[in-house]
């Protein structure tokens, strides 16, 4: 069985840790958070700070998923632990449908009944949430967060570090930009240039 580390401790983690467990496929060596000072063994996992990762990495031959929410902060601990891609898991719910054709990244999260359908590519450190569908040749780049139950139609394209609020609606060859936020409850019409903030339905770019 392979071994896996979880980095970060909160709400998201504990959707993972279930995930994990449900796979099968893992065994789960430590949950690493800088909220913990020392490391620490309950049962047959550890907790410890982050910092202690790398002792851990080498001991156990781990592969490493990190359970943060936040897409910059995702960035900021894969750039300070500056590992190779193929260090990271891939976590996948056994309840998601994957189509034909379908390719998904290292250290990438695919929650409960989530749909990927023929084509689609979803990038490194990405999470696509509970119930979200991902339609035919859709493309995410990295460190994307598609929140629960958003829609992506067919052929959208995403960039790095954009976050596409929950029940959002994207129709079909719409191209959203990098560092972008999409609202809650949002029906993208039109392309949304990088860095901006759109909400609305249909949605408008406030910032």
Same mark, same amino acid.
């Given at each position: ?53 790398? !002792? ?15 897409? $910059? ?63 035919? $040749? ?29 029940? !959002?609606?994207?129709?079909? !060859? ?11 409850? #949002? ?8 860095? #901006?903030?759109?909400?609305? !339905? ?6």
């Amino acid at each position: 069985m392979k071994k896996i580390v979880i980095i970060g401790a909160g709400g998201h983690s504990k959707v993972v840790q279930d995930i994990v467990e449900a796979m099968g496929e893992y065994r789960l060596m430590a949950i690493l958070d800088d909220q913990y000072e020392v490391l620490k063994r309950k049962g047959n996992v550890y907790f410890g700070p982050i910092l202690s990762y790398r !002792s851990l990495f080498i001991h156990f031959e781990c592969k490493v998923i990190i359970a943060i929410g936040r897409n $910059d902060l995702r960035l900021k601990i894969v750039n300070e632990l500056n590992l190779d891609v193929m260090d990271y898991g891939t976590v996948i719910h056994p309840t998601a449908i994957v189509g034909k054709n379908v390719s998904i990244g290292k250290g990438t999260v695919i929650m409960p009944n989530v749909v990927l359908n023929a084509g689609a590519s979803v990038g490194n450190h990405v999470i696509v949430n509970t119930s979200s569908v991902i339609e035919h $040749d859709t493309h995410l780049d990295d460190f994307i967060h598609i929140a629960p139950s958003a829609t992506l139609t067919g052929a959208v394209k995403v960039g790095t570090g954009t976050l596409i609020g929950a029940g !959002s609606t994207v129709i079909p !060859s719409i191209t959203i930009g990098e560092w972008c936020k999409v609202g809650a409850g #949002s029906t993208v019409i039109k392309d949304i240039p990088n860095a #901006s903030t759109a909400v609305g !339905s249909p949605a408008r770019i406030i910032k």
